[in-house]
């Protein structure tokens, strides 16, 4: 079974920035996709940022582009999401999830697995 262990996540004033870390374990596929989601008290669960690891594509969602960039290290099975400029409203409790396939769109019903997720908080 897969296993996602997220990291990297604290408080930080708006500007500031933040790296998480996905480090993932267990898989079967040698491509997937990693997602970067993200859940504020109230709101829908709403996909980040996803990566494809057969050949690194990534997409974005439009509040974060420009801002948040999602990458991989193949030799530590991990996948980052480096956050800077960071906005009171990307408050929220931010989830890495798998996806066997290749298709990375970011609708959360697509990830079968999902690690515990890691909090972020971003004061004004």
């Known amino acids: 079974q897969v296993q996602l262990v997220e990291s990297g996540g604290g408080s930080v004033q708006a500007g500031g920035s933040l790296r998480l870390s996905c480090a993932a374990s267990g898989y079967t596929s040698s491509s997937h996709c990693i997602g970067w989601f993200r859940q504020a008290p109230g709101k829908e669960r709403e996909g980040v940022a996803s990566i494809y690891t057969g050949g690194g594509s990534t997409y974005y969602a439009d509040s974060v582009k420009g801002r948040f960039t999602i990458s991989q290290d193949n030799a530590k099975n991990t996948v980052y999401l480096q956050m800077n400029s960071l906005k009171p409203d990307d408050t929220a409790m931010y989830y890495c999830?798998?996806?066997?396939?290749?298709?990375?769109?970011?609708?959360?019903?697509?990830?079968?697995?999902w690690g515990q997720g890691t909090q972020v908080t971003v004061s004004s």
């Open positions: 999830a798998y996806r066997q396939y290749a298709s990375c769109a970011m609708f959360p019903a697509w990830y079968r697995y």
